[in-house]
Nanobody
Framework: QVQLVESGGGLVQAGGSLRLSCAAS?????VGWFRQAPGKEREFVGG????????AYADSVKGRFTISRDNAKNTVYLQMNSLKPEDTAVYSC?????????????????WGQGTQVTVSS
């Protein structure tokens, strides 16, 4: 079992930045970030492979969000820049047994509890 804990969420003005962290209790392979806004389905934000050499992003965040990882610390980061009100959601990280980037939520085995990100206009 791997436990994931997100941190770094909060309230920020439009145009601002936040960095989310996803700390794992053990080694993880590919890790993804997802978000869910009220009344909407959960959506893939971005993912990173085990070695960190491959990443993937949703079109809505490409060029603004960056995922990185520090395997020595079992931590994955989501740097969010140029935030928009439509980025407001609960952000969750998830770990998959795959070593390559996974974009489908059903392929993730472990999930964190989520952290709220609110972007004011």
């Amino acid at each position: 079992q791997v436990q994931l804990v997100e941190s770094g969420g909060g309230l920020v003005q439009a145009g601002g930045s936040l960095r989310l962290s996803c700390a794992a209790s053990g080694r993880t392979f590919s890790v993804g970030w997802f978000r869910q806004a009220p009344g909407k389905e959960r959506e893939f934000v971005g993912g990173i492979s085990w070695g960190g050499g491959s990443t993937a992003y949703a079109d809505s965040v490409k060029g603004r969000f960056t995922i990185s990882r520090d395997n020595a610390k079992n931590t994955v980061y989501l740097q969010m820049n140029s935030l928009k009100p439509e980025d407001t959601a609960v952000y969750s990280c998830a770990a998959s047994a795959s070593q390559t980037v996974v974009t489908t939520s059903s392929r993730y085995n472990y999930w964190g509890q989520g952290t709220q990100v609110t972007v004011s206009s």
